[in-house]
Nanobody, 118 residues
Framework: QVQLVESGGGLVQPGGSLRLSCAAS????????MGWYRQAPGKERELVAT???????TYIDSVKGRFTISGDNAKNTVWMQMNSLKPEDTAVYYC????????????WGQGTLVTVSS
């Protein structure tokens, strides 16, 4: 089992910044990809960004150039720096940890709310 604890959500004005953190504990060695998903009201959950243990990152087009995902294997922590936030970024953000080969090994955090509003 892997436990994920997120922090860093909150209310921010358009154009502002937030930094989300996700700390993992438990059977960490079973995980080789971590990422962030988000779910806006009335919408399906979508993948925002991922990072592998080797540091390879991916992003959805709508956040490229604004969000940066990073990680520290020694600290078992992943961050996502979110800049130039827009109202459409408003959502509950979930940390995800998984094994890319053994698909049944997938874990979720409890979610943290990000609200972008003036």
């Amino acid at each position: 089992q892997v436990q994920l604890v997120e922090s860093g959500g909150g209310l921010v004005q358009p154009g502002g910044s937030l930094r989300l953190s996700c700390a993992a504990s438990g059977s960490i060695l079973s995980i080789n990809v971590m990422g962030w998903y988000r779910q806006a009201p009335g919408k399906e959950r979508e993948l925002v960004a991922t990072i592998t243990r080797s540091g390879i990152t991916t992003y959805i087009d709508s956040v490229k150039g604004r969000f940066t995902i990073s990680g520290d294997n020694a600290k078992n922590t992943v961050w996502m720096q979110m800049n130039s936030l827009k109202p459409e970024d408003t959502a509950v953000y979930y940390c995800n940890a998984r094994n890319s080969v053994y698909r049944h090994l997938e874990y979720w955090g409890q979610g943290t709310l990000v609200t972008v509003s003036s």
